[in-house]
Nanobody
Framework: QVQLVESGGGLVQPGGFSRLSCAASGFTFGHSLMKWYRQAPGKERELLATINSNDITIYWIDSIKGRFTISRDNAKMMVYLQMNNLKPEDTANYYC?????????WGRGTQVTVSS
């Protein structure tokens, strides 16, 4: 059974940083494409970044480029999202995703609130 469990969210001041983690289990992690998404209140879920098994990364929206970094540890079956210089508009529920065997899987998300 595929499971993705996010952690690391919380309240962060503008300009601050946060590191999200996603613990994966139930599948061959090294064969997966891992993703981070977010969904803000009243908005659609948006794809932020992806990383493949060879650590090739793609950042899909301009507003996070240079501030967010996706990474993975295949031995630990973990994927991370380092977020720096956070802005109030980064406030959202952040989800870990995995594309494995042609199927997309999701975690339940972790809330990040950027506010003073």
């Amino acid at each position: 059974q595929v499971q993705l469990v996010e952690s690391g969210g919380g309240l962060v001041q503008p300009g601050g940083f946060s590191r999200l983690s996603c613990a994966a289990s139930g599948f061959t992690f090294g064969h997966s494409l891992m993703k981070w998404y977010r969904q803000a209140p009243g908005k659609e879920r948006e794809l932020l970044a992806t990383i493949n098994s060879n650590d090739i990364t793609i950042y899909w929206i301009d507003s996070i480029k240079g501030r967010f970094t996706i990474s993975r540890d295949n031995a630990k079956m973990m994927v991370y999202l380092q977020m720096n210089n956070l802005k109030p508009e980064d406030t959202a529920n952040y989800y870990c995703g995995a594309l494995y065997g042609g199927t997309d899987y999701w975690g339940r998300g972790t809330q990040v609130t950027v506010s003073s």
